[in-house]
């Protein structure tokens, strides 16, 4: 039995037992004759009612305050349940069952798609307890603080969080590339006396060195201007080169800057339009140091020298130890974490580059503990997750586990260190991409599902839908890794009779499942149209009768708060776009502003709503609190039998636009198109698969392991790229 489905049974067992428990204690309280206290208050008349409520509540009391956290989890996580089922029509989990350590601490790292939806998502579907991560300025906030304290939520420190601002101002005068100085002292080329004049000789060697950078920005430019979007082999290039060059920073200051006495080695200062700040490599003065940090003359707002004095925040080094305290407590505990090693949410189609923090974390708890924790990789694959009932495939895979005998190279510090850590997050880079399915655009993904669905179109589980897909994706990455980006000119016109397949559909309002029975109408009897035709007069009725059930409560309970939320959503994403560089559109927020506004006005509207009834109305209490009471119901049943008009909209649009000739030309065209393009898409893949490898004839593969042949496969390729073009 499939992953899922086994995990769609538990449920379906547990939830089915839970209905029997509920519905036999309504029974024997509703029978005087079978309810057990009515009969020990008739075999022992001394005791009271009084009595046994007064036992209850205090036994009720003693338990929720000995349980409280543990209760308070549990509320909040059933409370998540219900979120998702509104908000998601279908949500498919794959290796919950068979990969999560029922026991022991465990390492969670889920990619990062849609903000704060990505660890309800998380938390609903983990049988584990799972603590997330917070800043400990968050946490310390009240309100937002009480709820990550009931979640588990586990504060880490940050050196941001106890910024202070510096004394005096600073004046930033120069950058030198790294590759121009061997050590601390030799970035130190500006020598400003008291009037803030510089010798000759450091100023020769200052504007040469300026040059030199000039030199290095133009070739880079020439380089960006050459790059085509999908040229991988420069990009990594770039990325390589940009990890080998360091930017340093001469800092002077003015004013009464106090640098000796305020900042040492290793702390960081930050500025206007430089969030992440600088960090000081060497302190000369009270008003001279040198500072490391991303290359300020690429910002917006930075010019160097700086023409005016600037404030600054001194943000004071935080070690390692100080700043996962409470985090290794937890795993040494037998707890779980989750992290998200990207970082921020964003929308794109592939990983960003993962952050250190993940292997730090797994390093230390053996460094302290000699604990060789197990990482799950959680993959987190929407369809249509902006928008309200949309589809979430979650998808946890097999547990990595560090080296124990790697631990000695990370003690050792340095380039060691750099390189086991960057050797763990490879490792998981690879387990991310094998429970996703990653694609170099939209554009691809949206072809990639095309071609699964017609190469394939029976009955598929999610398990088996969320493999097809992924190797279409990894197929289609290797078929451009052997052709060097050329592929042969047979998948570029089958690629673009995908896309213009797809596009038809679109335009039409028709699904590809709905393709196929369009062939029995060009075959039908004149009997069999007349009795199709028959039909869709039902069709409409039972249509209009699934609107006019969701009309009221769909009008008043849902359509006002979501008119707002959707507005309100675009907006917000507006924002989030206009301050991130990784997002594309910026519908990774969308979801998430959604559900928050929703969790602040539904409950207002229906406040409202009561206190309307109750000032304006001669409704008895019992009666409006019933009414009260069943907002709920009556929201989420508006939800559900709105979608299904939906459903029954969608299968009755082939019907209604046959009824044009244009659209019914085009319609009874597409059978045909599409047994074409789906004869050829299946020739086509029998003819390369052979030369893809285990993605084509392996029946079930090993994906972690996958990714980490082709990354290794890749690194080969680029390096060969990079010989030959050496040699050129």
Known sequence: MPQSSARISDVENDFSKTQLVVFFSILILAVDSINPIKIFLHVFPMVQTWHIATISILLITYTSIKEMKQLLYYS????????????????????????????????????HASQFIDSVVVLSTCQRTISFLMAEKSYKKRIVGEIAWAMNVVPVKRAQDDARKGSGFISIEVNVNANACTSDDDAVVVVGDDSGNVSQENQEKEEAEIKMEETDAAETAKTEEGEGEDDKDNDNDNKEKEKDTKNYYIIRGVNGTQFTKELNPRDKIRFPNCPEGLKITSIQSDTEMIAEGVNLTSKKGISLPSPTPLEYDIMKRVELGVVYEKVLSKLAAEGTIGIFPEGGSHDRTDLLPLKAGVALIAYSAMEKYGLSIPIVPVGLNYFKGHKIRGRVTVEYGRPIHIDPATLKDYLNGGESKRKVCNDVLERIEDSLRSVIVS???????????????????????????????????????????MTQGNPPQSWLDLQERLRDYQKELDELGIRDYQVPGLVSEQTDTEADQLLRLMRIPFRIAELLLLLLVSLIPGLFLNAPVGIIAHYWAIWRRKKALAGSKVKIKGMDVMLTEKVLLCIVLVPTLWISYGLSLYCFSDIDLPTLALFFYSFPLFSYMGIVTSEAGMVELKDLKPFLKRLFPSTKRRMMKLPAVRKKLQADLRDFIRMIGPSLGDVYSEKKLNWADFQQNMRRHSKLNLNHLSETKKDV
Do not use: C, W
């Open 439 to 481: 694609a170099p655009d939209y554009k691809t993904l949206k072809m990639i599902h095309t071609a699964r669905r017609l190469y394939r179109d029976k009955y598929m589980s999610s398990s088996e839908k969320q493999d097809l897909s992924r190797r279409f994706a990894e197929g289609y990455k290797q078929l451009l890794l």
């Open 76 to 111: 909040v996580k059933i409370f998540f349940h219900s979120i998702l089922s509104i908000f998601f029509r279908e949500v498919n989990v794959i290796g919950a069952t068979t990969n999560i350590p029922l026991y022991g601490p465990v390492i969670f790292v889920p990619n």
